[in-house]
Structure formats: C-alpha cells, structure tokens
Nanobody, 125 residues
Framework: QVQLVESGGGLVQAGGSLRLSCAAS????????MGWFRQAPGKEREFLAA????????YYADSVKGRFTISRDNAMNTMYLQMNSLKPEDTAIYYC??????????????????WGQGTQVTVSS
C-alpha cells in the first residue's frame, strides 16, 4: 500500500518562500515518478511539476517555471517542492502524487494513481 504524506504548508507573505515535503512509503521509492499538483477553491486540480524516479528528468508548468523547484532524496524516500517568489494566486491545497507503474509517464496526469492528503498553502498580499 503506497502512502504519501505532505508537510510544510502554511501562511506566507507574497514574495516569500516555502518548502513542501512528501514522505513516501509502501514500495521502492526510487523506481517511480512523482509529481506535485494543487487545487484552489472553485478551480480544477493543476499539474505543477514532476520528477522521474532517478531525478534526472523534470517537468514544470508554465505557471511555476522559474519559481518552483522539484527534487527528491531517494535515500530518505522524500520528494520536495521549493517554492520561491510566492504570489497570492499560488494559494491552494498542494498534493503530492506518485505514478502507478514504474514505466508510467511522469508527464501524463492520468498516470498518477496515488495521492497524499494535501497541505494548505496561503499567500497573503
């Protein structure tokens, strides 16, 4: 059973930074791609960033490119999202997710089968 637990959310002023963590358990962490999503009230879930099992390939949505950095520590079974230059429009619940199979694509949102419970990020103006 794959389990994902996010942490690191909170309240920050515009222009500030936060680092989210996603601790994973239940299978060989390094074999699977992972990603970050977010959902703001009244909006669809947005695919933000993804990283391959080795960490060698990454993806960023245009909305966060240059401000957010995804990374992973396979020895610690943890993925991170460093968020800089935060804006009020970044306010949302942030979710980490893992793909279903080791060969699943990290670029296709439908390949993500396992989800954390989410962590709230609020950016004040």
């Amino acid at each position: 059973q794959v389990q994902l637990v996010e942490s690191g959310g909170g309240l920050v002023q515009a222009g500030g930074s936060l680092r989210l963590s996603c601790a994973a358990s239940g299978r060989t962490f390094s074999a699977f791609g992972m990603g970050w999503f977010r959902q703001a009230p009244g909006k669809e879930r947005e695919f933000l960033a993804a990283i391959s099992g080795s960490g060698g390939s990454t993806y960023y949505a245009d909305s966060v490119k240059g401000r957010f950095t995804i990374s992973r520590d396979n020895a610690m079974n943890t993925m991170y999202l460093q968020m800089n230059s935060l804006k009020p429009e970044d306010t949302a619940i942030y979710y980490c997710a893992a793909v279903k199979f080791y060969y699943s694509s990290i670029y296709l949102r439908n390949d993500y089968a396992y989800w954390g419970q989410g962590t709230q990020v609020t950016v004040s103006s």
